[in-house]
């Protein structure tokens, strides 16, 4: 039996149970097979036996937007209003065979997106293109499922399960489990929380399918049992995702607001080029850049060419500044004022007003070390001792 029929046979038996307390340790163990299954059929042992391998186009500027839809959605629509490239758009399903990407300039950032061939239920179980395209999705670090206002909601569902089925899990954080394989010592498993949705019995057993006999695991989250192989395959990717949905001219308003008021959901017309501003403003949002400026010694902040980075990010410094000894940064930041003052050695002249967010309490140059975390519109002075 391959392992696309086993997969089934496995799906098939899931269904077939109800779920309760009493099965919860059975389905736990079938699960685990199903990920082992589908793990082996998305890496195969050989390079050329149609692995999950994504479509082959260079990532650049600031980050990547995949565009994941059912076919004739509108996705090269959107690329051809949203960017200088053009994709060919047509109202026949697969008028796009392969991964065009295009870029959103905005706020000084650059995003790289993806438009990508339609997909067809099915298409993380099957070879060729649709696995192709499921799998560039992982290389994206924000996702737009995109669907047609007019057709089922059904199609979010069916979307979600196949990006599902290759490891993406939307807008969730990984599960706050620690797992350490060993070499000796047996299994150690802490759980410091109560666990109301799987169990310990359900835990050990499926560490024992994995053949995991030696390993250290801490449960610091009320995780599900699904959640838990996920930490154990240790190659999910957790990706935000929003739900765009094109073609709002033709539907009612209604329905509209229906749809507008969903979790993570932006609706658009690309057609009569209406909220487009309003997407990529949350793709912005989304994707948690922030944008520093930087500014010499005695000058005003370069404020033509800011620099992106994503949030949480910290200064990290090249080339010939790293290899000083002593270096100090200083953000020059501070909410809200109209007018501010820098207080360094040279620089004894009023700033630009409104700029960054970091400082809370000082109206005047910050010094910070190189691990602060910068803040969108912050003034970034790099000195060096
Ligand atoms: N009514 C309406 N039609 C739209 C809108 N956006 C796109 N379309 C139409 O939808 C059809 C499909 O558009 P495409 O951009 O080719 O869709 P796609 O998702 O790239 O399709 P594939 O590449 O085949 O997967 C075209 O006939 C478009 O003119 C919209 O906002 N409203
Ligand atoms: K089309
Ligand atoms: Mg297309």
Known sequence: MGIVEKIKEIEEEMARTQKNKATEYHLGTLKAKLAKYRAQ???????????????????????????????????????SKCTHTQSEAAAYEFTTLTAIPGVIEYKGARIQLLDLPGIVEGASQGRGRGRQV???????????????ATKSDEQRRLLEHELDAVGIRLNKQKPDVVFKRKTTGGITLNITVRLTKTDEKTIRSILASYKLHNCEVMIREDITTDEFIDVLIG?????????????????SMEQLDKLARTDHSVVISCEMELNLDYLIDRIWDELGLVKVYTKKRGAHPDLDDPICLRKGATVEVGGSIASHRVLVVIFLAYPGCLQWYSSLPGDQFPLCTGLGKSSKFSPHAQKVGLNHLVQDEDVVSIFTK
């Open 235 to 251: 190659t999910r990717k957790y990706l935000p995702c929003l739900y765009v949905y094109n073609k709002i001219d033709a539907i």
């Open 134 to 148: 499921v799998s560039t999705a992982k290389t994206a670090d924000l996702i737009l499922i995109m669907m047609d």
């Open 41 to 79: 059929l998305l890496e195969p042992a050989t390079k050329s036996g149609g692995a999950g391998t994504g479509f082959d186009v260079q990532k650049s500027g600031d980050a990547r937007v995949a565009l994941i839809g059912f076919p004739s959605v509108g996705k090269s629509t959107l690329l």
